[in-house]
């Protein structure tokens, strides 16, 4: 007789799960055995904790479409979950989780590992229940897949040990109470009220400066937006999620924006008398235009979310591309394109300015910035490119520029650390021919990525091949993000007792699990080092030597923030450097303005 566990592992193959990403307990023992006998369908894909199993479902749904799934055991397992669903969930991404639970026997008691999981997961998830009977299962498993799909979060199924292990009813009794689902699900075509989409059009038309902004909403209506640029002769700007929306070739487009982004979107934003975001949620006001200064139209698909982070004149509550493609014909053709010269002037001189700041390193230590644009001119065709938080964060959305057909993500709404590694790891499985590189600080490496390179030993097999798989570890021995916050925002110096991190030899490291390692520490040898790294057939832990008192200087410094910086100065143990190439580094920001500087 089949269990219960067989015939949810079953009916998750029927809503397209192929991998499911875990740690095993006895609280889903049931489910182990159910692995065992699956052979491979589903696969159970051991990670080394389960918050790397949450977050390997989340980037399996990010760099699929598909939904992502994760499993753990009850308690400690169920909670080690948490940090990687809400990393989901903020991020609008549809994952399962399956989580085992004590006996229905033992409910109440006070037993071990006993954690009311319904209350854990109430928060993360869009839906979460318990199966306390055979024939609850079925539409149970539906309802999670039907509702992550829906709501693009988190659904949470929660099964005790006893349901686990068993007869599982497919079918349950035809009675009073009973109710029969079944798997299916299609993507609706979501599209706004004819009348707001005249307003909207009014209001972009009026608009003699357009600047646009996307987020990972407009993914799927590149030719849309690129249309919509042109005729409205804007320039786009992209928040870090919606990096792969358009490639970074295109003339008008200016890359990322907020503390992170690029000195053109920030002109551009700040110069705009008309705003028209697009499939985003950015949050920074202080990087969006004075509230009075342009008007505005927005389009989300979630009308909870529409109208929240600018005062709006239209709100388009619709899928991007269908709302697009009603919009467009509405929009005429601006004849004036003296707005988007500049925007494009804009780009050519940060683009310039990038690839000086990078080629500035300080004595024997290499410049974060280098690491970053020496990868750019050789990325690989349809790379995956992923991203932990921290400062290397900075390089990897200014430095490296997209081409089309690659994809990139990181944690953007809940800037976790800890992802990049495992992003990375099921981008990989989910796509075995496509090229993957990760950016990681030595922090976030240490945290979890170490431990993750064990995962990556696992299915070596699996992982290795012909395309580039590769870890970039920044090794600056500081939590370097941090650091700089704390100078910019708190007006502190750098506190040495929580910000220095141990020097530990990663690439030596990898080689003792039987990968590639390298290391680099010298400036004259990065683009070296990434030529070797990208010419290897298995997976490489690629070790930069980097200088940790290069500033990730801002698009445009706030006052509050200048003036607490220069007080954290007076008083930091890095003051000499910082200040000597800090200098030196906004000199240089300076010296395309002076006569004769500056492309033609």
Known sequence: MTEVADYVLQRLTEWGVGRVYGYPGDGINGFLGAFDRANGNPEFIQVRHEEMAAFMACAHAKFTGEVGCCTATSGPGAVHLLNGLYDAKLDHQPVVAVVGQQKRLSLGAHYQQEVHLDRLFADVSEFCEMVTHPGQARHVVDRAFKTALTTRGVATIIIPEDIQEADAQPSPPKQHGSVFSSVGWSRPRVLPDPDELRKAADVLNAGKKVAILVGQGAARAQDEVVETAELLGAGVAKALLGREVLPDDLPFVTGPIGLLGSKASDNMIQGCDTLLMIGTSFPYSEWLPDEGQARGVEIDIDGRMIGIRYPMEAHLVGDARETLRELIPLLHRKEDRSWREKIEKDVVEWDDLCERWAAQHFGDTINPQAVAAELSRRLPENAILTADSGSGTNWWARNVKLREGMQASLSGTLATMGPGTPYAIAARFAHPDRPVIAFV????????????MITVKRYLDRLSGSTPFVFCVFNNQDLNQVTWEQRAMAGDPKYPGSQDIPDVPYAAYAELLGLKGIVCSDPKK??????????????????????????????HIMKTQGKKAAKAALRDPEKAGIAAKGARQKLTQYAEHLPGRGRK
């Open 441 to 452: 600080g030595d922090g976030a490496f240490q945290m979890n990525g170490m431990n993750e």
């Open 526 to 555: 990065i683009g070296d080092a990434w030529e070797e790294a990208l010419a290897c057939d298995q997976p490489v832990v690629l070790e930069f030597k980097v200088d940790s008192e290069i500033a990730p200087i801002p698009p």
